[in-house]
């Protein structure tokens, strides 16, 4: 028997009801990888006290702790332990492919032989991230997925000419005596992300009938459960719960969320969890008993004190050396896109004196940090960017320049240009109408738009569309419509010329920084202004007659879904992944329309 079977839940059936029988050995296990982001070797992350779930760790007087772990070599270990005792089908939710300096400079083909020989995932279904590789003109999605051993998922997934399926949407397994219908559904929000990452190559099917559809017929082909992997968002799966009645288990990523306890939807017997961002890892064990299918499930934090966390797997750690050593070299010479690697990874190139990450949804203090670079680089009236909400942490400390690269790994140019108060606006209340929107299936980000330290913002969750935005300031003074702003931020390959940041409007007297890419801007910024010391400093706000909106796990009750908006005064929390309704499908368009 496994060392660490106590940690396991109880049984249960897939209602939540405790199992008749609460004893005995699953038929199969699952292993679920999410959103490893090129993480090859152990990073600090961050993790809650939610007040309803919450890792095992001593959190002292602190909301929130930072712990090291992760990495490929921690990863294959415990998947090696599991399989040594189970029948183990692994299942690996995508963004994969970037994330680190690694990645960036080899177009992800870094991460294949980890991968392949380490983890290996019996499925793979792509993330969003995953395409980003066909931004530059030697990345090719297609080929990163051909050289992957597992094979790849998408029933949601189009060429763009044909109109023809590229992967297959479902997959048969017999595992531990089980037919397991596995289900693979690939972001559906890459079309509004970046048109490089796509555009004339794939398209990308939205509706989740399309998630029923895939279920069906896998229980025709001969399925005794079903399960989907997906790259889609816990919100939207969530709701995709509900509506979608032939899937047991729902494999979430994308979120970044830690389901230590997963979701159960009664109304349709559904199971959902999300296993965090790579150095967490998702076990399900499902067996079938008097015809009723029966799990039980535990979230691994592979954090290098942790009580389950194995030593690192031998031969992949010499993998990972091996793979990571020419960006260590004194002069590694890496080119791709505006990016120039000249330094190795390790180089110090700054401190803090406070923490630094952004698992967050209203505001972090990265990202603050990040645009007040921006905006010291150009000199401009304030700097915008888009709200990252994935990334590790970095303590107090040294900086190095490989932990900058994870939390901005994009070789794009920084750029400045000049907009009208309302076109700041306008934007700013289409972010908001996106995260606070009611219904799941058409959230996206995840994140309220971040500026730099002079811009205040107070918003109202609860307000109707086009209303949430209350107040704007820059430097105290509100944002006058009428009046233009200089801005820093930077360019995507593949936006109109005058499109700057995932803004979505022209700017005027557009200035592209070529060969300037946000790291180095970020180095040169800690040059002049380390040791920093950034905080949350309350920039976005709640009005005060308005709904209060969590901005961490910490701040309401599990799971942490965004928007996370109280819209009763605490009186009745309503989370809107959670609101207890179904959807009547269309019967057209699912392929093109929301």
């Known amino acids: 028997m496994n060392q660490d079977e106590t940690s396991v839940g109880e049984w249960q059936s897939l209602d939540g009801d405790p199992a008749r029988d609460s004893t005995g050995d699953p038929d199969v296990v699952f292993a679920h990888v999410s959103d490893l982001h090129g993480q090859l070797t152990p990073r600090h992350q961050v993790y809650y006290d939610n007040p309803t779930s919450k890792p095992n760790f001593d959190f002292g007087e602190d909301d929130h702790v930072i712990k090291r772990g992760g990495g490929v070599p921690l990863l294959a270990a415990k998947l090696d332990e599991l399989r040594a005792d189970y029948e183990v089908c692994t299942l690996m ?17 870094a991460m294949l032989e980890p991968i392949n020989e380490h983890v290996a995932p019996d499925v793979y279904v792509p993330g969003n991230w995953d395409y980003s590789n066909e931004a530059v003109e030697d990345g090719n999605f297609v080929e990163l997925m051909d050289d992957l051993d597992a094979p790849v998922l998408a029933n949601n997934l189009y060429d763009w000419e044909t109109d023809e399926r590229l992967y297959d949407a479902y997959s048969i397994l017999e595992v531990g005596g089980l037919s ?3 289900v693979g559904m690939t972001n559906v929000y890459v079309d509004r992300m970046a048109p490089s990452f796509w555009e004339g190559k794939y398209r990308f099917g939205k509706h989740p009938a399309l998630l029923e559809e895939s279920a069906q017929a896998a229980r025709d082909d001969g399925a005794d459960v079903v399960v989907a992997v997906t790259e889609i968002g816990l919100p939207w799966m969530v709701q995709a719960a509900k509506d979608c009645a032939s899937v047991d288990v729902m494999f979430s990523a994308h979120t970044h969320e830690y389901t230590y306890e997963p979701i159960v939807v009664e109304e349709t017997e559904t ?68 990016g120039t690697l000249e330094r190795p990874l390790d180089t110090t190139v ?4 406070t923490p630094l990450y952004r698992q967050s949804f209203l505001e972090s203090a990265w990202n603050t940090l990040f645009n007040d670079a921006l905006q010291a680089h150009f000199d401009t009236d304030l700097a915008v960017s888009h709200g990252f909400r994935y990334g590790t942490a970095i303590p107090p400390g040294d900086i190095t320049l490989s932990e900058l690269y994870t939390f901005f790994p994009m070789a794009t140019p920084v750029a400045r240009g000049v907009a009208y108060g309302q076109q700041l606006t306008s934007h700013m209340e289409e972010f908001l109408e996106d995260n606070f929107t009611p219904y799941p299936y058409d959230q996206e980000d995840g994140r309220v738009r971040n500026f730099s330290s002079n811009v205040e913002v107070t918003v109202d969750p609860t307000a109707k569309r086009g209303r949430r935005l209350v107040e ?45 890419i946000p790291v180095d801007v970020i180095v040169e910024y800690l040059e002049e202004h380390s040791p920093v010391d950034y905080e949350v400093m309350g920039l976005v706000e709640t009005a005060d007659d308005g709904g209060r909106a969590q901005n961490t796990p910490a701040d309401g009750p599990y799971p942490f879904i965004q928007p996370g908006v109280d819209y009763r005064d605490g009186e009745a929390y309503c989370e809107t992944s959670m609101i207890p309704r179904g959807n009547v499908f269309p019967e057209e368009g699912r392929n093109r329309m929301r």
């Open 472 to 516: 704007m300031r820059i430097d105290d003074e509100l944002v006058d419509p009428e009046e233009t702003y200089s801005v820093a931020t930077f360019r995507r390959p593949g936006d109109p010329e005058r499109d700057l940041g995932n803004c979505g409007f022209p700017f005027q007297d557009v200035e592209v920084d070529d060969g300037t």
């Open 350 to 353: 700054g401190q803090t004196d």
């Open 271 to 338: 199971v959902v969890l999300e296993s965090g961002m790579g150095e967490a890892l998702g076990r399900v064990d499902l067996r079938i008993r008097d015809e009723e299918i029966q799990f039980r499930h535990h979230l691994y934090c592979l954090t290098e004190d942790g009580e389950y966390t194995p030593d690192p797997d031998a031969d992949a750690q010499e993998t990972v050396e091996s793979v990571r050593a020419p960006f260590f070299e004194e002069n590694p010479g890496f080119e791709r896109g505006a």
């Open 180 to 182: 397991v219908g596995v």
């Open 93 to 109: 939710s995508g963004d994969t492919f970037h994330g680190s300096a690694v990645t960036t400079y080899t177009d992800g083909r």
